[in-house]
């Protein structure tokens, strides 16, 4: 029965549909162009694209861009993969990757702290640590 109780308790808490999908900037080869207005934002697919990818590559021609949304596994291994090419120079290649909505677009001030921070992770935790004790041990 306490099973089930917190089993309800981390359900509600964590309220399954929510924050699941992320949005990106998505756009391919763009040329002094960011591609960080609202007609290139989409939704990520749930559960499986969970960041965002931004690629910035020095060309002859200029600097192009390159927005996507990604997995972490890929994005984190391609990131690290070209951190070797990021240079600043022609012909450099630089991945970025986040995993908060929009985070791979222009770079914004960071946000003041405020009261409308969420607390339902730390409620949860407290809630964890609370009703543990109260399982059965088998």
Known sequence: MLLLIFTTLFGVLLNAGDALQIQCYQCEEMKQNDCSTPEYIVNCTVNVQDMCQKEVLVKPDG????????????CLISSSGYQQFCTGRVNSVCISCC??????????KRPTPSAATSNRPSLFLFLTFLLLPLLPVT
């Open 63 to 74: 600097i192009h861009y390159r927005k996507s949304c990604a997995s972490s596994g890929a």
């Open 99 to 108: 995993n908060t909505p929009l985070c791979n677009g222009p770079r914004r």
